[in-house]
């Protein structure tokens, strides 16, 4: 009888150890399937960017470069050397720049000013659908009908300024309004008008999940608008600013249907490192597997440094490794008082 | 009058100016998105094309939905793209949500690495599998498989960062406790307890997901290559480039593939207006509490 008390004493102890097997059976799909249906394809697609792999499909392993006879280096060589690839990640690039800086600005001052207490704003979860709604379309033919129309309006605009320029009232240059025409130039107001909704309601989700006790310290101690979102707001929602810089990135990285609506373009001019990929995967799958590569390793290196500059939790951080350290040193004493 | 009195008066101009430009810039935005259907219904239409299936064509609505039924497997398609989109978001829903649960509730032992490795993996694009996805597939001989098209659209690292700082804020370990002392066991707590309370997050993801996988052909392209297989998406785009060789007369071609085009868009945009509602708001996201 005592005995058995006791064992019931020594179970019920760790409760939550007793539990930790939950944890793993949990995580347990999630794992299993990654690893199947992500991570092996990905490793082998990383794999044939070291094989020879030329006008090939079918079922047969792959042969390594160096038994074709090459060096390993060969496809890196091929595609390092070739300027429609630095055009990709050039224009990649621009459109990214060009697209998250003009995106962000929008999105967050639009989320900041519906969102704040004082200025009362109506019509938020209204806006909130039409804003997604292009990308809700985008894909189908009523998404391009949409695309071609925003074409017209700002090809309309661009041909208002141009035929400004030429009564020449304003002092203005004929090139002054090139850029305004170029395609690049329509896929960035495009892409920020096709994803723009995503990002104002993630905007939306992480300012209204500080608290509104901070923001009234913050107004208390005289702090402007301005103020009040880069050192508040900014801070507060650390974790959803990651989640967005992590969307924003590897969307605009892997862009590829708001170019492709342009076609194809003779000096290049709408090439992302996406298409250079699909288009390689034609004929040469070691080639794309390059681009692959290239295009993690972008992802990777972006989103890290973002991760790192900014959004990792320093004080936390600290802190864990102080009470590491004061665990060890206990151990150490206790060790040497035994 | 008093300086502070000013300064006050001086606030509420520039809030009513801020609001104004708000509401301007919000409504501009609208038109934007708006505009190109109405100009569709008042008939001053852009495209040539669309403007000459005004004039010319008898086609109703209706007449335009039997020639797609008689030319496209339209019903198949449909059912296709639905059993893959349905499936797939709610089985990612469910494993995000578990998954998340797993990484807040328990204390195992490779949870903290476990945690770093979803951030890391989040930073993958997605489309870097598809090269050695195709070789797969087509090695073990499972192509034309819908469940094929559905596997790889379960795991979204995305979505369970956002599930686990949506169940940070609202989770606790009393409700765990006091249904643990009920004798509920651990599925059934995540099931009738934490699903419910993790409604508005689930709800964020599920829109999200559902349109990626609607809109998706990449994989569904390489996968599915048989004719009665193959999911709506890409039916459409397959059928609105034969439709213009199909028929000779491009205004009912126009028409045709429009009518297409609303099975395409529609169901996003129904689910869209039910779980619009629901989408996260106002709570405490995120590790930084007060």
């Known amino acids: 009888m005592e005995n058995k008390e006791a064992r019931i004493k020594v179970k019920t102890k760790p409760i939550n150890r007793r539990y930790a097997k939950w944890g793993y059976i949990f995580a347990l799909p999630f794992i299993v399937l990654y690893l199947i249906f992500t991570f092996v394809p990905m490793g082998n697609s990383l794999y044939y960017a070291f094989c020879y792999v030329r006008h090939y499909i079918g079922y047969a392993e ?41 995106e962000w600005i929008l999105a967050f ?7 704040d207490r004082r200025l009362k704003f109506k ?16 894909g189908s033919t009523v998404g391009s009908l949409l695309t071609s129309f925003l074409l017209m309006f700002f090809g309309s605009f661009a041909f208002k300024l141009y035929m400004a320029s030429m009564i020449d009232g304003f002092g203005f240059e004929f090139e002054d309004f090139e850029c305004l025409t170029s395609m690049p130039f329509f896929i960035i107001i495009v892409s920020i008008f096709m994803h723009f909704g995503i990002t104002f309601i993630y905007a939306v989700v992480g300012i209204t999940s500080v608290p509104v006790e901070v923001f009234e310290a ?14 508040v707001t900014i801070p507060c929602m650390r974790p959803v600013m990651l989640f967005i810089t992590i969307l924003s990135v590897v969307d605009c990285l892997g862009m590829s249907d708001i170019p492709a609506i342009f076609g194809y373009s003779s000096d ?18 070691d080639r794309a597997s390059v681009g692959c590569i290239v295009l993690l390793f972008l992802c990777a290196v972006i989103s890290g440094i973002f991760y790192f500059a900014f959004f990792r939790d320093k004080d936390e951080e600290a802190l864990r490794k102080m009470r590491r350290k004061e665990k060890r040193e206990l151990a150490r004493a206790r060790g040497e008082a035994s | 009058m008093s300086e502070n009195q000013l300064s006050r008066s001086f606030v509420k101009k520039t809030d009513l100016a801020l609001k104004i430009i708000t509401y301007i810039v919000s409504i501009g935005i609208t038109a934007l998105v708006i505009a190109p259907f109405v100009t569709l219904i008042s008939g001053d239409i852009i495209d040539p094309a669309m403007k000459a299936a005004r004039s010319e064509s008898t086609l109703s609505f209706r007449e335009a939905i039997d020639l797609v039924l008689r030319y496209t497997p339209l019903p198949g398609a449909f059912k296709n793209s639905m059993i893959i989109s349905g499936i797939s978001t709610v089985s990612c829903v469910y494993v995000s949500a578990i998954t998340a649960y797993s990484l807040v509730a328990y204390e195992w032992k490779f949870r903290r690495i476990f945690n770093k490795f979803i951030i890391i993996v989040m930073m993958i694009p997605s ?13 073990f001989h499972l192509a034309n498989k819908l469940c094929m098209v559905i596997f790889p659209a379960i795991t979204a690292p995305l979505a369970v960062y956002f599930m686990k ?35 508005p997050a689930l709800a964020t993801q599920a829109i999200f997901i559902f349109l990626d996988s609607w809109t998706e052909y990449v994989i569904p392209g390489i996968v599915l290559v048989k004719d009665e297989k193959r999911p709506l998406s890409i039916m459409a785009m397959m059928f609105s480039g034969l439709a213009a060789d199909m028929f000779e007369d491009p205004a009912i071609a126009a028409l045709i593939i429009g009518s297409l085009t609303i099975f395409l868009v529609l169901p996003p945009i129904v689910l869209f207006a039910f779980l619009s509602k629901d989408i996260v708001e106002g709570v405490q996201l995120g590790s930084v509490k007060y």
């Open chain 1, 62 to 102: 792959p042969k390594l470069l160096s038994q074709e006879g090459y060096p390993w280096y060969q496809n890196f060589k091929e595609v390092f050397t070739a300027a429609s690839f630095w055009d990709s990640v050039k224009n990649t690039f621009k459109f990214s720049i060009g697209q998250i800086i003009p």
């Open chain 1, 109 to 115: 001052w639009l989320a900041v000013m519906m969102t």
């Open chain 1, 123 to 138: 019509g938020r979860k209204i806006l909130k659908s039409i804003f997604v709604f292009p990308k809700l379309l985008a």
């Open chain 1, 218 to 231: 913050a107004e208390m101690d005289g702090a402007n608008r301005l103020q009040t979102f880069f050192h």
């Open chain 1, 268 to 285: 290049r001019e709408n090439l992302t490192l996406q298409i250079y990929i699909q288009m390689q995967a034609g004929q040469c799958l």
């Open chain 2, 127 to 139: 489309n870097i599998t598809i090269i050695g996805y195709y070789q797969l597939v087509w090695k």
């Open chain 2, 165 to 199: 700082l949506y169940l940070e804020a609202t989770f606790s370990k009393d409700i765990l406790e006091s249904a643990r002392m009920d004798g509920a066991g651990e599925i059934r707590i995540f099931n009738k307890i934490i699903l419910p309370l993790m409604k």
